[in-house]
């Protein structure tokens, strides 16, 4: 069973940017795609992207489109998501997911709290 | 973009009442790629159905999905005090995902 673990809390001013680590356990990790979703206080779960480890290739929400980055360390069986010119809208729970046949996402990190505030 | 609605937006229920919650998709989701997890305040979401009607592993039978094209829905068949949760649909029959609202569903 695939476990992930994400990293710490961050804080950011407006205008920087943040970059949240999901290290996957396993032995199958370049066979997986894996997803970011966010929740913001109050909100309900949002999309925003998928990166495949065996070939890179990545599905970005056009929301996040030119902000957002998602890569992956094979080395590591780490998977990264760098989000840019950050504003306080993205305040939020930031979860790493497996991405689960087409689509679904059956297992899910613990989620990191990213706060943008000056 | 697929929007998803869903309805109602709370459901106050007591436990071993059923359960009946709607998930309707603005076009119609492809192949029925559509799931629905359960969250709880402070832990990760869970999922509970894939391609509409089929369960993850581990998920309990009470359970269930039904539906196909535009219209989804998900049955608890008896509530248990541990299915008090918010849950989401999520289509990915389209190259860009989408979650609906949620749905709450608390004690009555």
């Known amino acids: 069973q695939v476990q992930m673990v994400q990293s710490g809390a961050e804080v950011k001013k407006p205008g920087a940017s943040v970059k949240v680590s999901c290290k996957a356990s396993?032995?199958?990790?370049?066979?997986?795609?894996f997803a970011w979703v966010r929740q913001a206080p109050g909100q309900g779960l949002e999309y925003m992207g998928w990166?495949?480890?065996?070939?890179?290739?990545?599905?970005?929400a056009q929301k996040f489109q030119g902000r957002v980055t998602m890569t992956t360390d094979k080395s590591t069986n780490t998977v990264y998501m760098e989000l840019r010119s950050l504003i306080s809208d993205d305040t939020a729970i930031y979860y790493c997911?497996?991405?689960f046949g087409s689509g679904a996402f059956d297992i899910w990190g613990r989620g990191t709290l990213v706060t943008v505030s000056s | 973009e697929i929007v998803l609605t869903q309805s109602p937006g709370t459901l106050s229920l007591s436990p071993g009442e059923r359960a009946t919650l709607s998930c309707r998709a603005s076009?119609?989701?492809?192949?029925?790629?559509l799931a629905w997890y359960q969250h709880k305040p402070g832990q990760a979401p869970r999922l509970l159905i894939y391609?509409?009607?089929s369960r993850a592993t581990g998920i309990p039978d009470r359970f269930s999905g039904s539906g196909s094209g535009t219209d989804f829905t998900l049955t608890i068949s008896r509530l248990e005090p541990e299915d008090f949760a918010v849950y989401y649909c999520?289509?990915?029959?389209?190259?860009?995902?989408?979650f609906g609202p949620g749905t709450k569903v608390d004690i009555k």
């Open positions: 997911a497996k991405k």
């Open positions: 396993g032995h199958t990790f370049t066979s997986y795609d």
């Open positions: 990166i495949s480890v065996y070939n890179g290739n990545t599905n970005y």
């Open positions: 076009q119609i989701v492809s192949s029925s790629f």
């Open positions: 391609g509409a009607s």
């Open positions: 999520q289509q990915y029959g389209s190259s860009q995902f989408t």
